[in-house]
């Protein structure tokens, strides 16, 4: 072989080492990089994860279970306990009986009705409208009774007036008011509310004498009222629509 071709492989297996050196540390490299775990590396992306990431932790108090898109309801446990019907009245009416009957009819037209609550606006409106009639108060007695009712408060007063006649009503207690009947037709509920209190009454004349009652002595007093009002109406207030004297 000659000299040029010796020299000519010299430098081509040179080159050759050269190369191969960097691809071996290319190689290297590349490995240290993306060939090792730490312990650290994020695992791969799955779209059904996020779903159970958002599930709670078991055991977890604060947290509380909704339904699910599908129309999934809580469980029975975790529903509100209703309150049986024989025992929806306790206290106002007797199971199986006509009251307890009209008030569940009501119930049904109106679930928000509560019979306790409508016993207490009772009361007061009892005091209410007997203490209007006696101070000859109109306007209080017009938003309280149904017109024919109202017409004939009206009279009464104008009469009383009319003789240049006063009276004072103070009450003592109302020592009950129950309901003795629930009646509902065409969207009217009409509840009869028997009260039982203590009133001072009395009346006098113009030169300020007693004529009737007394303003010491405590009478008792039963009236039987009816209060009616139309079920669903957006108006929440029942009115007096009769008056009887027991």
Request: no cysteine; net charge negative; glycine share 6%.
């Amino acid at each position: 072989m000659s000299q040029t071709g010796r020299a000519m492989n010299t430098v081509f297996d040179i080159y050759t080492i050269i190369f191969l050196a960097l691809a071996v540390f290319i190689f290297a490299r590349l490995r240290s990089v993306l060939g090792q775990r730490t312990g650290r590396e994020r695992p791969p992306y799955d779209p059904y994860s996020a779903r159970d990431s958002a599930k709670p932790a078991p055991g977890h108090d604060k947290v509380v279970s909704l339904p699910g898109r599908g129309g999934e309801q809580p469980a029975k446990h975790d529903l509100e306990v209703e309150t049986p019907p024989a025992e929806r009245w306790t206290g106002i009416a007797e199971s199986g009986s006509p009251v307890a009957a009209g008030l569940d009819v009501v119930a049904e037209a109106e679930p928000d009705f509560d019979v306790g609550q409508f016993v207490s606006g009772a009361k007061s409106a009892y005091e209410m409208i007997v203490t209007a009639f006696a101070e000859g108060d109109r306007k209080t007695l017009k938003n309280l009774l149904a017109k024919d009712v109202f017409d004939g408060f009206a009279a009464a007063i104008a009469e009383r007036e009319s003789r240049d006649e006063t009276m004072e009503s103070r009450f003592v207690a109302i020592d009950k008011a129950d309901i003795t009947a629930v009646e509902s037709k065409e969207r009217i509920a009409h509840i009869t509310v028997r009260f039982v209190s203590q009133l001072v009454t009395v009346t006098r004349n113009r030169e300020g004498e007693v004529i009737e009652g007394s303003p010491e002595r405590v009478t008792d007093v039963t009236d039987i009222w009816t209060f009616a009002r139309e079920l669903g109406a957006r108006d929440p207030n029942w009115k007096l629509v009769a008056t009887e004297a027991a």
